[in-house]
């Protein structure tokens, strides 16, 4: 059984950094696609980013371009997503997803595997 646990969440200003991380334990790691999504109070959960098992193959949401990074270190069994220039607006719980087969099926939102969530909160 796969396990993904996020962290890495907390409060910043507007402007600042975060780093959240994607810990797995449980399966092949090193196969997985992997990605982020989130979800805020009132919304419904929306695609982040996605990359492939490689990391050779990245996504992001139109939204996020240009200020959020995924990475991976399939050594460390982990996947990070490195939040810069964070706007009030990026505030939400912040999901991980993994998927056996495709960074594609991540993005259409119907992979394998989700986290339990970081909560996210941007002041301005």
């Known amino acids: 059984q796969v396990q993904l646990v996020e962290s890495g969440g907390g409060l910043v200003q507007a402007g600042g950094s975060l780093r959240l991380s994607c810990a797995a334990s449980?399966?092949?790691?090193?196969?997985?696609?992997m990605g982020w999504f989130r979800q805020a109070p009132g919304k419904e959960r929306e695609f982040v980013a996605a990359?492939?098992?490689?990391?050779?193959?990245?996504h992001y949401a139109d939204s996020v371009k240009g200020r959020f990074t995924i990475s991976r270190d399939n050594a460390k069994k982990t996947v990070y997503l490195q939040l810069n220039s964070l706007k009030p607006e990026d505030t939400a719980v912040y999901y991980c997803?993994?998927?056996?087969?495709?960074?594609?099926?991540?993005?259409?939102?119907?992979?394998?595997?989700w986290g339990q969530g970081t909560q996210v909160t941007v002041s301005s």
């Open positions: 997803a993994g998927d056996r087969y495709s960074h594609y099926r991540i993005r259409a939102g119907t992979n394998d595997y």
């Open positions: 449980g399966g092949t790691f090193s196969k997985y696609a």
């Open positions: 990359i492939s098992w490689s990391g050779s193959k990245i």
